[in-house]
Each structure stands twice: as structure tokens, then as C-alpha cells.
């Protein structure tokens, strides 16, 4: 089995807050996935929409993705939302295994 790609794509309503997710994603949560079994993990601002990042993560495999989504994800996912409300942010997420 190959390494797992894990892509969230999250769109904030406005700059201020785009900035604030960002010095936190950059900051804090990208470590802690790659402290929970990410290899790796890395922000893209895209150009648009405005205000939309794209956040991916590489996992040695599906097994180690399985268990961060079941382990891990639940809490750091619960910690985004005390920080950002609902209608401040919007995720989206994907996987797929690399060929």
C-alpha cells in the first residue's frame, strides 16, 4: 500500500479571520498532525477564492491515516471549533493513496 494523501481545503468569511487561521494552522496545528502520524504537512494560500487555504498532510500509510482519523482528528477538530465558528470557517476534506 502507498503513502496517504489528506487535503482539507477551508474558506474563512473574511481576511481578518483568514489571518488569524492561518498564524494558528501555521503555528500550532500542523505540528500537532505530525505529531499525531502526519510525515508531513504544509498551507497553500490560493489565489481563489480569496480568503481559501488548502492544508495537506502525507501519511505513511492507510493504516496510520485510520488511526489519526480515529484517534487524533475527533480532538484537534473539536480545538478548531473553539477557536473559529462555524460560519468563520468552512472545511471540506479528501484522501486518496498515492500510486
Same mark, same amino acid.
Given at each position: 500500500?502507498?503513502?496517504? @494523501? @489528506? ?11 483568514? &489571518? +488569524?487561521?492561518? /498564524?494558528?494552522?501555521?503555528? &500550532? %496545528?500542523?505540528? /500537532?498532525?505530525? %505529531? ?17 487555504? *488548502?492544508?495537506?498532510?502525507?501519511? +505513511?500509510? /492507510?493504516?496510520?491515516?485510520? %488511526? @489519526? #482519523?480515529?484517534? %487524533?482528528?475527533?480532538? *484537534? /477538530? #473539536? ?8 460560519? #468563520?470557517?468552512? $472545511? ?5 493513496? $498515492? *500510486?
Amino acid at each position: 500500500m502507498g503513502r496517504v @494523501y @489528506y487535503e482539507v481545503t477551508a474558506t474563512m468569511i473574511d481576511s481578518s479571520i483568514a &489571518e +488569524e487561521w492561518s /498564524r494558528w494552522m501555521v503555528g &500550532e %496545528h500542523i505540528d /500537532r498532525v505530525v %505529531h499525531a502520524g502526519a510525515l508531513s504537512g504544509r498551507v497553500v494560500a490560493l489565489d481563489s477564492p480569496a480568503n481559501t487555504f *488548502l492544508v495537506q498532510f502525507e501519511f +505513511e500509510s /492507510r493504516q496510520a491515516f485510520e %488511526h @489519526y #482519523q480515529s484517534m %487524533h482528528a475527533p480532538s *484537534l /477538530r #473539536q480545538e478548531s471549533a473553539k477557536r473559529f465558528e462555524p460560519d #468563520q470557517v468552512t $472545511y471540506a476534506r479528501r484522501s486518496g493513496t $498515492y *500510486l
